[in-house]
């Protein structure tokens, strides 16, 4: 009977990896007057929140661009959605590969944005040399007089 009962307090316990929440970004190919676009663009979650990346067409190709140190980079395929699972804190940014040069890009902060420093530089560089069509885009998620992101509440 001991053993019985040792048995269902161990699978009682919890095992310390809690079920995060779940998140979707769409791509947009079409919206009003905007083209080539993620919905939503900026997203705060927690470590072990999942994103899917969300394709209905062949035109995208959802992928990071910048990942803190340490963590794993993400690729879908051509036209296909993707599910990521982020655990590592930090500022994450994301793009399309076939429309990065117009903007279409996106960023997620996990927890704390431990590495924005260096996010802000990539952001920068990011910008200048690869984005050509709506640059001003993504200039709203960034906010470089208070060293937040402007997103800080959207979700």
Not at 65 to 74: K, R
Not at 99 to 125: D, S, W
């Amino acid at each position: 009977m001991t053993r019985r009962l040792l048995l269902a307090a161990l699978l009682l316990l919890p095992t310390g990896h809690a079920l995060g929440e779940e998140h979707t970004i769409q791509a947009i190919s079409q919206r009003g007057y905007e083209s080539m676009l993620f919905e939503p663009d900026f997203l705060r979650i927690e470590p072990g929140d999942t994103i899917t990346f969300a394709v209905d067409d062949l035109d995208h190709q959802p992928q990071s661009a910048f990942v803190p140190a340490g963590a794993a980079p993400w690729q879908a395929e051509q036209g296909a959605s993707i599910t990521v699972e982020l655990t590592q804190e930090g500022v994450y940014v994301f793009d399309c590969a076939f429309h990065n040069v117009m903007g279409m890009a996106g960023v997620i902060v996990v927890g704390e944005p431990v590495n924005l420093a260096e996010a802000r530089e990539f952001f920068a560089r990011y910008r200048d040399e690869t984005v050509f069509i709506d640059k001003e885009r993504l200039d709203h998620i960034w906010a470089p007089d208070d060293g937040l992101l402007a997103g800080e509440g959207a979700n």
